[in-house]
């Protein structure tokens, strides 16, 4: 069974970057869409970015468009979140997971512990 464990986070201030991290191990996740969600405190966990298994499709959350970046590397079996201009309410455990599709689809498997990012005003 596949076990994709996130990584990266860490306290940021307003407008700096972060990359985070998501590797699979068990087997390998380069046939597989993958996506990027958030949970912030007292709120529903959202979707953020996904990409698609060629790497060729992404898409984004409106919140995050021009932001942030989704990109793999199946030789490293991971998916990785590029985040620049960060802002406050960028604030939120970040998970990764399957996606069911590249536009929107839903996420699936178990969830992992998932990385703490904070952006200080």
């Known amino acids: 069974q596949v076990q994709l464990v996130e990584s990266g986070g860490g306290l940021v201030q307003a407008g700096g970057s972060l990359r985070l991290s998501c590797a699979g191990s068990?087997?390998?996740?380069?046939?597989?869409?993958m996506g990027w969600f958030r949970q912030a405190p007292g709120k529903e966990r959202e979707f953020v970015a996904s990409?698609?298994?060629?790497?060729?499709?992404?898409n984004y959350a409106d919140y995050v468009q021009g932001r942030f970046t989704i990109s793999r590397d199946d030789a490293k079996n991971t998916v990785y979140l590029q985040m620049n201009s960060l802002k406050p309410e960028d604030t939120a455990v970040y998970y990764c997971?399957?996606?069911?599709?590249?536009?929107?689809?839903?996420?699936?498997?178990?969830w992992g512990q998932g990385t703490q990012v904070t952006v200080s005003s």
């Open positions: 068990g087997r390998s996740i380069s046939t597989s869409q």
């Open positions: 990409i698609d298994w060629s790497g060729r499709r992404t």
């Open positions: 997971n399957f996606v069911t599709a590249v536009d929107r689809g839903a996420p699936f498997g178990s």
